[in-house]
């Protein structure tokens, strides 16, 4: 049962074609089925830099009770169906250190930055799931961000087998990153338009990915706990 009270929240996506659908719907059923609840919305831009940026922005304008971002990613793993919606419980910057000597570093290998400093628990940016949403009918899924679009069959053997990685954007980490260090409830949803290292787009499922996951997005917001 859905009690209604003011609930402040901030959604982010790195395009507005990821949540168009959801943009429409929530303005115009507002004091319907989101009666209660207000959602601002963020444009954030692709990539960890503009998203980190334009986030703080936000956020320091205007406090908000939970984040939400939500956009489409590609896949490690063919048994994730293009157009499936996940929630992600772990990120991790996959692409931040060093190549040497054949042998893939990265800040915490190199020491630069602890296993375990905040936000970071054991080199991953781990999402609480917050209270308020259900997402018993929403799978998991491990994700990493990277800042170049992953097409090396090395390199995506590197990040399956180093990060146990499910999933990856461009934008993750960072809404994780900046979350955790402000104590802010989050969540990132992601729908899979394609697998990753395949860069022909007539294979990839946008369409349908875009569609479920605004539907998904719509779903979760009705039936908030608040």
């Not at 296993?115 to 929403?138: H, N, Q």
């Not at 338009?193 to 009705?222: H, M, P």
């Amino acid at each position: 049962m859905k009690i209604f009270a003011d609930m402040n929240i901030l959604l982010v996506s790195a395009t507005t074609m990821e949540v168009a659908h959801f943009r429409d719907l929530y303005a115009r059923n507002k004091q319907s089925d989101f009666k209660g609840i207000d959602i601002r919305f963020l444009t954030s831009g692709i990539g960890m830099l503009s998203t980190a940026a334009r986030l703080t922005g936000a956020l320091k304008r205007d406090p908000v009770d939970l984040i939400i971002q939500a956009g489409i990613c590609g896949s490690f793993d063919n048994n994730f169906q293009p157009g499936t919606v996940y929630w992600v419980e772990t990120d991790a910057i996959a692409d931040m250190g060093v190549m040497e000597d054949n042998l893939w570093k990265d800040v915490f290998d190199l020491g630069l930055v602890g296993s375990d400093e905040p936000p970071y628990t054991g080199r991953s940016l781990f999402c609480r799931k917050p209270l308020s949403l259900d997402l018993a009918d929403i799978p998991s899924a491990n994700a990493i961000t990277v800042n170049e679009v992953t097409t090396d069959p090395a390199r995506i053997d590197l990040y399956r087998q180093r990060f146990n990685a499910d999933l990856e954007s461009m934008e993750g980490a960072a809404l994780h990153f900046v979350a955790l260090e402000n104590n802010i409830p989050f969540l990132q949803l992601r729908s899979v338009s394609n697998y990753i290292g395949d860069r022909n787009k007539a294979n990839w499922k946008i369409k349908e990915s875009v569609f479920n996951l605004n539907e998904t997005l719509a779903g979760l917001i009705k039936n908030i706990q608040i």
